[in-house]
């Protein structure tokens, strides 16, 4: 199953008093692993950047006063998305955000059923204490120390590796590796992967001609003859 790990930076906390998306990282994964397929814009908010923003992740102005603007990305950003759901932590925030930048181009919004909360999952999963993104990280001993500020990419990134967990699905894949892997190597009835398309054959007609004429240069003699007999 393809899904969508996303993160955004915004210019502050509230669409609906002018704040606007500075920053969207999405990170693809299929069947819970990353694909390399990646899409991140910076995204010129044609206002000025709150100290307070600036101080969560470092994106100034005069940075992003030549970057485009969100209605120059917004058709490359839904074809990267396309239905997938999207997995973002606390989804209503990003997503009231880049819905609001959609309204603006007199686009659809995207719809919550679409969306799945890894705040809220962890909530219910370690209910009392803090899970916010670099709680998860520590909590499941990944390394973010690249994380000095605020990113949109690289917190999806990390969110990617925090979502498997969450979901136990590294375990599970774990357990099928173990089970499945032995199995096969010893020569056991198993499941093995087929490639899609077979690999062209290594050994020409020529070659096999000129073993044949080399065999019949060996004669009757020939040492592996004696096993043949």
């Known amino acids: ?7 955004t930076e915004t210019t502050g906390l509230d669409p609906l008093r002018g704040d606007r998306l500075v920053e969207i990282g999405c990170v693809e ?43 120059e990305v917004a058709d490359e950003f839904l074809e990267f998305i396309a239905d997938a759901p999207l997995v973002i932590h606390n989804a209503s925030f990003d997503i009231g955000f880049i819905n609001a930048e959609l309204a603006r ?6 719809p919550r059923d679409r969306l799945v909360d890894t705040l809220l999952i962890a909530r219910r999963k370690h209910p ?9 990280c520590s909590r499941y001993a990944i ?15 990390l969110l990617a590796e925090v979502y498997v967990d969450l979901i136990e699905a590294r375990q599970s894949q774990l357990i099928l590796a173990e089970s499945d892997g032995p199995r096969t190597r010893a020569g056991h009835d198993g499941p093995r992967r087929q490639r899609e398309t077979p690999l062209q054959p290594r050994v020409s007609d020529d070659d096999r001609e000129a073993h044949r004429a080399f065999i019949a240069t060996l004669g009757d003699h020939a040492l592996w003859k004696e096993y043949l007999s």
């Not at 990353?34 to 101080?55: K, L, Q, S, V, W």
């Not at 390394?143 to 990134?157: F, P, V």
């Open 143 to 157: 390394d973010n120390s690249r994380r000095t500020k605020h990113g949109a990419l690289l917190d999806a990134e």
């Open 128 to 136: 009392g204490v803090s899970n916010r993104l670099d709680d998860l």
């Open 29 to 71: 994964i299929f069947n819970r692993m990353p694909t390399g397929h990646t899409f991140h814009r910076y995204i010129n908010p044609e206002r000025d950047m709150p100290e307070e923003a600036f101080a969560v992740h470092g994106l100034s102005s005069e940075f992003l006063s030549t970057k485009p603007l969100f209605a």
């Open 1 to 7: 199953m393809r899904e969508i790990v996303l993160d």
């Open 105 to 110: 181009l007199s686009k659809p919004p995207i």
